[in-house]
């Protein structure tokens, strides 16, 4: 089955609302030629507004890169699934390396998190990804598969067709390596294969896997060439607007 591709851009701590718009305005005009894949942008939460404005009449995609699994209370410093809806996000980047290891949360957070994503009809981003040491000593499997369980429990079947997951190994992130495409490939016929085994063949064939880990496009061909690599979740190489066009046209 061929799945539409998913090219995602998760800017991270970085731009302000002027840059936002002007990457937008410089993005926009040349994805009118490309017709066969989904652009997605994920700003910081404060340049959500000035994106969705600068997108008007435009086919990209909005997320965001994070959110609490409340709709609301006294959470200072959070943002609710619903505030998102509100300002028109699509998709919620969720389980992100940055936010298990530099920021504690557990995978029993990051499934509250999708399930409330999924309830106010937010599209996860559900990363998984072993750690350096972890794939030292042989458990990248097991990483994996006991994140993939865990984050993705409870989440009905009507939903998993449009979740998306990423396999970002977290030793490739930011660090200018890289997993060859031959261990990018067998991450994700692995996560395939556990979709499989919980929700069926029908909906392992509609779920979206990507990869993300020092991306950029002297590499991205070669991933997008893998079967079963349905697109890619770029950080750094995102932020320069020929870099990720690039990418996305790859």
Known sequence: MKRRALIAANWKMHKTSSEAKTFVASLAPRLTQIKDRDVLLCPP????????????????LLGAQNMYFEEKGAFTGEVSPIMLRDLHCE???????????VFG???????????????????????????????????????ILNQLDKGMSGIPESA??????AYEPVWAIGTG?????????????????????KFGNALAEKI??????????E????????????????????????????MVSY
């Not at 998993?160 to 997951?165: E, N």
């Open 91 to 101: 998709f919620v980047i969720l389980g992100h390396s940055e936010r298990r290891w």
């Open 208 to 217: 979206r896997i990507l990869y993300g880990g020092s991306v950029k496009p």
């Open 177 to 197: 390596k890289n997993a060859s495409t031959a261990d990018a490939k067998n991450a994700i016929v692995l996560i395939r294969e556990f979709v499989h085994s």
């Open 45 to 60: 939460f404060p340049l959500i507004f000035h994106v969705d404005e600068a997108r008007k009449d435009t086919n990209i």
């Open 160 to 165: 998993v067709s449009s979740l998306v997951v």
């Open 219 to 246: 590499n991205m061909k070669s991933y997008m060439d893998q079967e079963g690599i349905d697109g890619a979740l770029i950080g750094g190489a995102s932020l320069d607007v020929d870099s990720f066009f690039k």
């Open 105 to 143: 949360e557990s995978d029993e957070s990051i499934n509250k998190k999708a399930l409330a994503a999924v309830n106010s009809n937010l599209i996860p981003v559900l990363c998984v990804g072993e750690k350096l040491e972890e794939r030292e000593k042989n458990q990248t499997e097991h990483v």
